[in-house]
T-cell receptor
Framework: DAGVIQSPRHEVTEMGQEVTLRCKPISGHDYLFWYRQTMMRGLELLIYFNNNVPIDDSGMPEDRFSAKMPNASFSTLKIQPSEPRDSAVYFC????????????FGSGTRLTVV | AQSVAQPEDQVNVAEGNPLTVKCTYSVSGNPYLFWYVQYPNRGLQFLLKYITGDNLVKGSYGFEAEFNKSQTSFHLKKPSALVSDSALYFCAVRVTGKLIFGQGTTLQVKP
């Protein structure tokens, strides 16, 4: 199993540009989570899906952020327009049963907005 | 509010000495608790979990954690630290289908 795959690993973009982060969860996992990690705020849950349906998006910072999961093997997190304060490491994680088995995390996407 | 707290930003220990990384929780009902480790430029990796049963849980890389209901704690321990254990450690608690993570504790093991 290749684990949770995120792309790109690094992204540098200019303020105002659209950024799309991608995630492929582990096959068979029915939960998918997007987290953001910064020094100031630690790990923040942005949104999570169960069976491709968004369950809790209360952590999405503002309307500039959107996430989709069109099928069980793919999810995107989009920022439009991007701002320097969005610079962070974005992690995707998937799980079969989060409360019992925890998560498997991807390696993350390091986003820098200049 | 249901949460988890890691009171120490950093823990320093000499190689070969025992280590403890502290975690306390605040949840309603029976807690499901987890420890994860993050090495530089990597995602978080699962170490161990407490769901029910024995209060002493054993996990990966020789780590263990002790669940203490009366003190609402779930401290991570290892009898003999290695330099390679130096990393960022996160405690987490399940809250309605998702995991809430603490702020993390940096463990520094010096030779």
């Amino acid at each position: 199993d290749a684990g949770v795959i995120q792309s790109p690993r690094h992204e540098v973009t200019e303020m105002g540009q659209e950024v799309t982060l991608r995630c492929k969860p582990i096959s068979g996992h029915d939960y998918l989570f997007w987290y953001r990690q910064t020094m100031m705020r630690g790990l923040e849950l942005l949104i999570y899906f169960n069976n491709n349906v968004p369950i809790d998006d209360s952590g999405m910072p503002e309307d500039r952020f959107s996430a989709k999961m069109p099928n069980a093997s793919f999810s995107t997190l989009k920022i439009q327009p991007s701002e320097p304060r969005d610079s962070a490491v974005y992690f995707c994680a998937s799980s079969f049963s989060p409360g019992t088995y925890g998560y498997t995390f991807g390696s993350g996407t390091r986003l820098t907005v200049v | 509010a249901q949460s988890v707290a890691q009171p120490e930003d950093q823990v320093n220990v000499a190689e070969g000495n025992p280590l403890t990384v502290k975690c306390t929780y605040s949840v309603s009902g029976n807690p499901y608790l987890f420890w994860y480790v993050q090495y530089p430029n990597r995602g978080l990796q699962f170490l161990l979990k407490y769901i029910t049963g024995d209060n002493l849980v054993k996990g990966s890389y020789g780590f263990e954690a002790e669940f203490n209901k009366s003190q609402t704690s779930f401290h991570l321990k290892k009898p003999s630290a290695l330099v390679s254990d130096s990393a960022l450690y996160f405690c987490a608690v399940r809250v309605t289908g998702k995991l809430i993570f603490g702020q993390g504790t940096t463990l520094q093991v010096k030779p």
